[in-house]
């Protein structure tokens, strides 16, 4: 049995043009022919790990992208670990925050990456380490990752044990292909994790607008964050007031210029049905977000409201002054709502990994309620153009790459959002770059500049210093953007580019000519550079 799994195996690494097409087509045709089922991905990748071991078969991307389980953690180009701090008090009142013993605030013991969390009694190292073991026995690349560290409102969590946390984080990624134990500071840890063989190239945190300052920002500079998610929920002053949620919509204006001076992405997560919230209402505020440019989002996070008991929401809806949409209602909403979500923005999820059987009522129990969004949009006869839902993913690029550059408005300064696109009809993303123009005195660290906020190239993840004839990354592509956000700023007579670089890719700028300065990739600019 061994063999013919790896024969077939063999047989698919030689394909001139393997894609999932050729790939399922190979599955159907020896399964005709053998008389038997199709080959199920565990075994395909048991075969493909002895391959490799025996030295029989080479590293091939495509055909690991091709077998791998779960593909979607990593064929956006780095695969995510969602690390959680341990449960710590929480000054927010929020209605329709759960509260549970021994769990951090807004979570609840069921989800899966708070179980995970608590079997590592919720140490950042075990769980860092235990979710990059899961993800390389599932045949995931792990050389370039996104830490996503959640759990309540990180601002609010003692300074040193911020420090300590990341730096567990950092060191179990430096010692996860080494035998050397490098217990050492957290600068030293992200020095060493600047070469690792596991590096972080994105470090994302979540707080609320309000405890975003001046302060905050120079320290999450200093900690490598590159990404903010915002608990905004609403930009609608009566709603917040409801529901306690003790941030105004000023705080969310303010937090959000801030942060994208100081060169960070900004992710939005944001609630519907809120208690006093209705249809129209939820999707007038995701109108205002993008037609107003104090807010314009990078990223969002669209939560449906779920309704459970351990939350003071629960005694409104007992007492019938809150009702849950029903699945319609919210499959509906969704749909208009990423029907107006334009291009520069990537919607990260539309429902929260919440267990179904907690949730006492309403749409938001539905667990494949991204798939039916899908389905009524494409019965309405509407897209959603945000990133996520144009990203190439494990497809074949369809006619010539071309460069699109779109310029927008966004917290009182110039946002250019350059992509590389291929496809016609359907565009297929294969990378693009986030660049902001620095006014003079919004950032004390680096100045007025022109700031590269975001870079990724997409398609199945690529081991650094390997290539692949059909996966977008390691193409040059990352490269182009560059370049061409150069020539912006250059045109616009700027003096220098700066970049918000993770740590893991501080590397990849040196070798385009920036160099580290006050936390940032930086580049002075010259009309021949
Ligand atoms: S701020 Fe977040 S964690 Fe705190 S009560 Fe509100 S929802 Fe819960």
Redesign the pocket.
């Known amino acids: 049995m061994n063999n013919i799994v790896e024969n077939f195996i063999i047989g698919l690494s030689k394909h001139p043009r393997l894609n999932s097409d050729v790939f399922f087509a190979e599955q159907r045709k020896f399964a005709k022919s053998n008389n038997r089922g199709f080959f199920n991905k565990d075994e395909l990748n048991k075969a493909y790990q002895k391959l490799l071991d025996k030295k029989t078969l080479k590293p091939n991307p495509t055909l690991l992208s091709l077998i791998r389980m779960k593909n979607t953690r990593s064929h956006s180009g780095i695969a995510v670990v969602s690390v959680l701090t341990k449960p710590y008090p ?5 209605v ?4 549970q013993k021994d769990v ?3 979570y609840l013991s069921n989800e899966p990456a708070v179980m995970r969390a608590i079997s590592c009694k919720y140490h950042p190292y075990r769980q860092t380490e235990s979710r990059l073991s899961a993800l390389e026995a599932t045949g995931h690349i792990i050389d370039k990752i996104s830490i996503r560290i959640i759990g ?2 990180w601002s ?1 969590y003692p300074k040193r044990y911020q420090s300590w946390f990341i730096s567990q984080v950092f060191r179990a990624c430096n010692e996860y292909y080494s035998k050397e134990k490098l217990s050492l500071s957290l600068p030293h840890n992200q020095k060493v994790n600047e070469s690792a063989n596991v590096r972080i190239v994105e470090l994302s945190i ?1 707080t ?1 607008q309000d405890r975003i300052n001046y302060q905050e920002v120079i320290r999450l500079r200093n900690l490598g964050v590159t990404k903010v998610e915002l ?1 905004v ?1 609403s930009v609608d002053d009566n709603i917040l007031q409801m529901n ?4 105004s919509n000023a705080d969310t204006v303010r937090a959000t210029k801030l942060l994208k001076d100081y060169g960070f992405k900004v992710s939005y997560q944001m609630m519907l049905n809120l208690l006093g919230a209705n249809p129209a209402s939820d999707i007038n505020v995701f109108k205002t977000i993008f037609s107003q440019q104090d807010y314009r989002p990078d990223h969002l996070k669209i939560y449906p409201l779920a309704l459970v008991k351990n939350s003071k929401l629960y005694k409104h809806y007992v007492n019938g002054n809150f009702q849950p949409y029903d699945r319609n209602t919210l499959i509906k909403t969704i749909s208009t709502i990423k029907s107006i979500v334009p291009e520069y923005c990537r919607i990260e999820r539309v429902i929260r990994d919440i267990p179904a059987e907690v949730i006492v009522k309403g749409g938001a129990k539905s667990s494949n309620l991204r798939q039916e969004v899908q389905q009524k949009m494409k019965r309405l006869a509407i897209s959603c153009r945000c990133i996520r839902c144009r990203e190439i993913k494990d497809q074949t690029p369809l006619g010539i790459d071309r460069l699109y550059i779109n310029e927008y408005l966004a917290s009182d300064s110039q946002e250019y959002f350059i992509s590389i696109e291929s496809g016609t009809n359907t565009k297929q993303l294969r990378g693009f770059l986030r660049l902001r123009k620095v006014n003079e005195n919004t950032n004390m660290l680096v100045g007025a500049c022109y700031m590269v906020r975001e870079l990724h190239v997409y398609g199945p993840t690529v081991a650094i210093g390997e290539t692949d004839a059909l996966a977008s990354q390691h193409k040059g592509i990352g490269k182009r953007l560059v370049t061409v956000a150069e020539q912006i700023a250059l045109e616009d007579g700027a003096k220098k580019i700066c970049v918000i670089a993770g740590i893991g890719v501080r590397k990849y700028f040196k070798k385009l000519g920036y160099k580290l300065v006050n936390t940032y990739m930086t580049k002075d600019l010259k009309p021949d550079t």
């Not at 306690?244 to 941030?247: H, Y």
């Open positions: 929480c000054s927010g009142r929020c329709y925050c759960p509260t951090p605030k807004s309540g409102t609010e979540e609320r608990g929920q306690s949620r003790g941030s």
